[in-house]
C-alpha cells in the first residue's frame, strides 16, 4: 500500500532536492514489516522511470547516467521509461546521457513532457525506435550548437573547429534517428526551430503522440 502526503495534509511530508532546494514529495509505502518512505523520484526510479528535468549539465548528467546504470544491473531486459522535460544544456554532458542510453542493454523510452530544446529534442530522438512519444502540447526545438571562445586568435580558432566537428556528428546523428537527409537537418538546425508534437512526429523526432497512455495489448499491437 502507497501513501502520497500532501501539503494539505496534517501529515503532509517532503524532503528538499539537494540542487534545486525546492521540496519534493514523500511516499510512504505500507508493508507487513511496517512503513519505509521513499522521495517520488526514487520511488518512481524504482518502476524503472527516469525524469531528465532542467538544464543539461555535467551534475545532473551524473545522475541519470549512474540511474541508467543502476536499472540495467537491476534488470537488463526490463525497458526503461526517460521522461524529458528539458531546455538543453552542454554538449558533453548530453552526450554522455545519450551513450550510456546506447551502450546499456535495456531499452530506453523516451517521453517529452513540456518540452525537449537543444540537447533534450536530441536525447528524446535517441530512444528505443517505435518508443519515443511526444504529449500533445510538448513543444520540440532543435538548433547548432553555440559556444563562446576568448583568448588568443589561435586559441578560438581551435574552439571554432572545436565547435563544427560537434555540430557535424550532431547533424550526422539526427540524420541517423530521424530518417531526413543531412540537407534538411542542416536548413532545420541552422536557427532555433521550433516544432509542435505533430510536426516532431512528422520530422521524424518521436514515433508517436498520445494524448493518454495506451492500453498495453493495443501498444504490443502496434
Known amino acids: 500500500m502507497l501513501d502520497l502526503f500532501g501539503a494539505s495534509g496534517a501529515q503532509g511530508k517532503f524532503t528538499t532536492d539537494p540542487v534545486t ?4 514529495p ?4 505500507q508493508t507487513s514489516r511496517g512503513e519505509r518512505s521513499f522521495d517520488i523520484y526514487s520511488r518512481l526510479l524504482r518502476e524503472r522511470i527516469v525524469f531528465v528535468t532542467g538544464e543539461v549539465e555535467d551534475h545532473m548528467a551524473s545522475l541519470i547516467v549512474a540511474q541508467l546504470l543502476f536499472l540495467e544491473s537491476e534488470n537488463p531486459s526490463k525497458d526503461i521509461s526517460m521522461y524529458i522535460n528539458s531546455p538543453g544544456g552542454v554538449v558533453t554532458a548530453g552526450m554522455a546521457i ?3 542510453m546506447q551502450y546499456i542493454k535495456p531499452r530506453v523510452s523516451t517521453v517529452c513532457i513540456g518540452q525537449a530544446a537543444s540537447m533534450g529534442s536530441f536525447l528524446l530522438a535517441a530512444g528505443e525506435p517505435g518508443m519515443r512519444i511526444a504529449l500533445p502540447n510538448a513543444r520540440i526545438m532543435v538548433h547548432q550548437p553555440s559556444g563562446g571562445a576568448r583568448g588568443m586568435a589561435s586559441d578560438i580558432e581551435i574552439q571554432a573547429r572545436e565547435i563544427l566537428r560537434m555540430r557535424k556528428r550532431l547533424n550526422d546523428l539526427y540524420v541517423k534517428y530521424t530518417g531526413k537527409s543531412l540537407d534538411e537537418i542542416e536548413k532545420a538546425m541552422d536557427r532555433d526551430t521550433f516544432l509542435e508534437a505533430e510536426e516532431a512526429l512528422a520530422f521524424g523526432l518521436v514515433d508517436k503522440v498520445f494524448e493518454t497512455r495506451p492500453d498495453a495489448e493495443k501498444t504490443a499491437e502496434g
Request: proline letters at 0%; a negative charge.
Open 21 to 24: 532546494g525546492a521540496l519534493v
Open 26 to 29: 514523500m511516499v510512504v509505502e
Open 98 to 100: 545519450h551513450d550510456t
